[in-house]
């Protein structure tokens, strides 16, 4: 439900929709009849955060925002992280496919936020034809989070360690679980809303604070879900993926988009990112890497062995071999801005996604 204190924005809609998969909760905006955009939240996040940006395009377009299994109001179905962002791109395949909220045949316009612009880029390397065009906002690496250590994704390990569910910080998976709203500690999910997701300096306007921490701590928490199971490895910093688990599905034991460079009908792809991002970043503050080189994490091995994860030039790497093969993209970067460039330049972000799904496709 809506929280109180901030209520959804005027022509934005709260529903549930069951599918052989799931049910799912889902906020919608704007003319059946329109085109259909289909917005995809990030991790330890919801649909809600794109309420205020759904209501700005549906003058435009038919915004359909769904919660990821496990996150917000939908189902906490487990998350078998051995199939990468599988479970999220199949669940949202269920959704448009037999629920009518997609005509037969029509394609879609998806914009992915950081863990959902990895489940863009796999419905549409698993449903060609399907996808009209792609904003990736914020977007993960191709080759998922943690642990690897050049453009094209080499591991830093065999075993992944340093990726997937013992990356999270236990702090903030505890103080999730307990419904902790203080702002006593930098690992308080709070402090992490306002201090990561966001540029520090950024404020939010009154009452969405609050709303957007009600859905963080919604989630699903616990092996199969957030952040996941965890092995024990030998190679530092001790912990390597398990099998289940959002954490685990994005590591890059199991995740690897880099296919999408090759998919045949090429959709077109904006890129928009913030330029002070603190979370997808070649120098990321999640970062175990990146980390172990500040001193944070004790027992780093070195830049050769395990250096910051280069998520942007991962992600440059796969869309330069995209627009080698045909595709066509184009990168936004906004000024001043974090990891949420949709709730820090809210006008901007707007401006830019529109004209891009707007414009002629390239080809």
């Known amino acids: 439900m809506p929280s109180a204190a901030d209520p959804l924005p005027a022509g934005v809609e709260a529903v549930d929709v069951a599918t052989p998969r799931l049910r799912t909760h889902l906020l919608q905006a704007g003319p059946a009849t329109a085109p259909v955009l289909v917005l995809l939240h990030g991790n330890v996040s919801s649909a809600r955060f794109f309420a205020e ?36 791109a199949d669940d949202l395949h269920a959704l448009l496919s037999g629920t009518g909220l997609l005509a037969s045949g029509q394609r879609v316009h998806l914009l992915g936020w950081s863990l959902g612009s990895g489940v863009a880029l796999q ?31 080499t591991p830093c390990w065999p075993d992944y360690a340093g990726s997937g569910g013992g990356t999270a910080s236990p702090e903030l998976v505890r103080r999730i679980a307990a419904g902790d709203r203080g702002s006593d500690d930098p690992a308080a999910p709070r402090e992490v809303l306002t201090k990561l997701y966001v540029k520090p300096a950024f404020k939010f306007p009154p009452g969405l ?26 190679n530092w910093p001790g912990a390597a993926p398990g099998e289940h688990g959002v954490n685990n ?33 070649d120098a990321s503050l999640v970062d175990l890497g990146n980390l172990g080189a500040l001193g944070v994490v004790p027992g780093w091995p070195g830049a050769r062995v395990f250096p910051a994860q ?28 974090g990891h949420s460039p949709h709730l820090e330049h809210p006008a901007e972000f707007q401006a830019v996604v529109s004209g891009f799904l707007a414009r002629e496709p390239q080809r």
């Open 53 to 88: 940006t759904m209501a700005a395009l549906a003058g435009q377009f038919r915004c359909i925002a769904p919660d990821l299994r496990g996150f917000g109001g939908s189902e906490p179905a487990p998350v078998d992280a051995r199939r990468g962002v599988r479970d999220f």
């Open 123 to 153: 419905y549409a390397i698993d449903h060609p034809g399907a996808v009209a065009s792609i904003v990736a906002e914020s977007p993960m690496s191709p080759y998922g989070f943690g642990g690897t250590k050049d453009p094209a994704g």
């Open 209 to 234: 604070e609050d709303a957007l921490l009600d859905e963080i701590l919604k989630m699903a928490i616990g092996d199969t879900h957030y952040p996941g199971d965890t092995l024990p490895s030998a």
């Open 249 to 281: 599905a994005i590591s890059p034991r199991y995740c690897d988009l880099s296919g999408f460079a090759d998919v045949p009908d090429r959709p077109d792809v904006l890129w928009i990112r913030g330029d002070a991002d603190q979370i997808v970043s």
């Open 310 to 337: 280069p998520m942007i030039g991962q992600m440059r790497a796969v869309l330069d071999h995209y627009r080698a093969a045909g595709g066509w993209y184009t990168e936004h970067v906004l000024s001043d801005c």
